[in-house]
């Protein structure tokens, strides 16, 4: 047995370690990997850096990207973003309601007639919401076929209680950009800061000195003592009085005995889907020119890519460019068994001809599965994750993050909800 500690965080991904840093007292992190991080790190190949997902430091919350920026030391570039979404063989302005000049014209009158005559029925699934908020036109053309490919199951079985994520377009934007007039959407986030070094991974690495921090432990087993908690791997235990959660909420139900029917059949239910990142490096800098494409044909394999250099020039080597394909799939999916040859060959088919690159170019290349990457609200998540954690807070048990709290957060809401949880534990 090992000594206790005042607080011990399971998870060292970006939630554990900014909870770490957050809180007062004695805290011990465990995490499963060799190296933390969780969905916020870095992989190196050939001298490319890449990342999970598309990750960018933004935040309307003034005082944390002031503790952002603290934590990187100066380590930071500013950006401006220059997303583009493919559309019928041709880039439009992202969002895309900001982007409608770029359509045809006939594309363009069913976006506007359908924006300005939106259906007043209230929605009760996402494909009835975007209709609701957006009108047939955009919906139709992108957001339903976009939502699909990204969930992998129809937009019509997605519950509808998170979308106000989902920023809504002024009229004026709307009627503005169907006849040219420049406009810019989801603005909180149209500049973003980014490492100028070492990928986002550099964050974590950040957040990591200085905590007591222990890698390769993953727990196989959660007791509630009457001091408070143990955490065992098998092979070694550590104590604590409070115990905080932030890895996927269906492994920490694993690791404790005694669960209700009710949570155990729920905890199962809960759905999410994994990712597949394809990384494509090539000897020029053709790949820096735009920060991401979202890519709504079902036809092509990625859902987004996103352009590596274009966050920062030093995640390539001189003279060079990349870009990583993020391809979302369910658990058990036949495409998470697939060779990298066959991944990365048909990825490079699939973004040729949008990217203006040929296969022959590239002279780095990797793929990477990430098991638990995104959240899925289904009609039954708000039923399923009320009875999981219902059980989870009677034992006294706090969770916090993407998959702790089983929630689709983005980076700054992660460290939001480490620091509000945080200060009411400090509190105690």
């Not at 409070?242 to 239910?269: E, F, K, N, W, Y």
């Amino acid at each position: 047995m090992s000594e206790q500690a005042e607080t011990t965080i399971l998870g060292g991904g970006l939630t554990g370690l900014s909870l770490a840093q957050y809180l007062e007292g004695e805290t011990l992190v465990l995490e499963a990997e060799e190296r933390p991080g969780g969905l916020c790190r870095s992989f190196v190949k050939d001298g490319f850096t890449y990342d999970i997902g598309g990750h960018i430091l933004f935040s309307r919350d003034q005082a944390l990207l002031a503790q952002l920026t603290a934590w990187l030391k100066g380590n930071l570039l500013e950006q401006r973003r220059n997303n583009q979404i493919w559309f019928q063989d041709r880039f439009v302005k992202y969002p895309f309601e900001n982007g409608l000049y770029a359509l045809d014209k006939q594309d363009i009158f069913e976006c506007l007639m359908g924006f300005l005559e939106r259906s007043e029925a209230e929605p009760t699934n996402l494909e009835e919401w975007c209709r609701f908020r957006f009108g047939r036109g955009i919906s139709e053309k992108y957001l339903i076929p976009y939502n699909d490919k990204i969930w992998k199951r129809p937009a019509a079985d997605i519950s509808v209680h998170w979308v106000e994520r989902i920023p809504s377009p002024p009229t004026a934007d709307v009627v503005k950009a169907a006849i040219g007039i420049e406009t810019e959407g989801y603005t909180h986030q149209l500049n973003f800061l980014y490492p100028e070094r070492g990928g986002i991974e550099s964050l974590t690495n950040a957040l990591a000195q200085g905590v007591n921090l222990v890698t390769g432990f993953r727990a196989t087993a959660v007791k509630k003592t009457a001091q408070g908690w143990e955490v065992s791997d098998g092979q070694d235990t550590y104590a604590c009085r409070r115990l905080i959660s932030t890895i996927p909420v269906m492994d920490l139900a694993a690791c404790l005995q005694g669960a209700p029917d009710d949570a155990r059949g729920a905890c199962a239910a809960l759905q999410y889907n994994s990712v597949i990142l394809v990384m494509l490096g090539v000897g020029h800098t053709g790949l820096a020119d735009k920060s991401a494409v979202y890519i709504p044909d079902p036809a092509l394999l990625p859902h987004r890519v996103c352009y590596m250099s274009y966050f920062s020039p030093f995640n390539a080597p001189e003279g060079c460019s990349h870009l990583v394909a993020e391809i979302t799939v369910p658990p058990g999916d036949a495409l998470l068994g697939a060779g990298e040859d066959e991944l990365v060959g048909r990825v490079a088919r699939d973004v040729s001809g949008l990217c203006g690159i040929d296969e022959s170019e590239i002279i780095a290349s990797q793929a990477q599965r990430i098991k638990h990457a995104y959240v899925v609200y289904d009609r039954d998540y708000l039923a399923n994750r009320a009875k999981v954690y219902q059980w989870l807070e009677g034992l006294g048990l706090h969770t916090c993050g993407r998959f702790g709290s089983f929630e689709y957060l983005n980076m700054d809401q992660c460290l939001e909800r480490a620091r509000d949880l945080a200060a009411e534990l400090n509190k105690e």
